[in-house]
């Protein structure tokens, strides 16, 4: 299977970092691959009075997700990647479905994430990279 379209899950933990990386590697093998990041900022189920009260720290959470997608876009360019990259800032309230619904729409032949990411663990993957294998129809690879 040739890769065209790769997309990395990036939430600036360790393991997306090494996703990152791992991303990059598989475009230096091939460089008409294209190349996207995306980092979702969760929103938890709120009523729409919460939510009014919930909109300060909501763009304080979208300011630090657009620094991170700018940190990881000055990675992929130090590490002498030429293809355009684009990015996505998603919200939503479970990341995992955020990333499947936007890895079949756009068509990626892969979704590649860490192993573990800034939140919870569940077993040896995170929970995100764990529900991602169990619902996302494209190919998940879990860098560790």
Do not use: W
């Amino acid at each position: 299977m040739a890769l065209e379209k790769i997309l990395v899950a990036y939430d600036g933990s360790q393991a997306s970092k090494s996703a990152l990386d791992l991303a990059v590697d598989l475009t230096q093998a091939s460089p008409d691959v294209k190349l996207d990041i995306v980092n979702v900022v969760a929103i938890p189920m709120l009523t729409d009075e919460q939510l009014v009260s919930f909109a300060s720290v909501l763009d304080l959470m979208e300011r630090d997700a657009e620094e991170l997608l700018a940190q990881a876009v000055s990675r992929i360019d130090e590490a002498g990647v030429e293809n355009d990259v684009e990015t996505f800032m998603l919200n939503g309230a479970d990341a995992a479905t955020e990333i499947s619904k936007l890895a079949e729409q756009d068509d990626y032949d892969i979704v590649v994430i860490g192993s573990r990411g800034l939140g919870g663990i569940k077993g040896y993957l995170g929970s995100v990279g764990h529900k991602l294998l169990s619902i996302c129809s494209k190919p998940v690879l879990i860098a560790k």
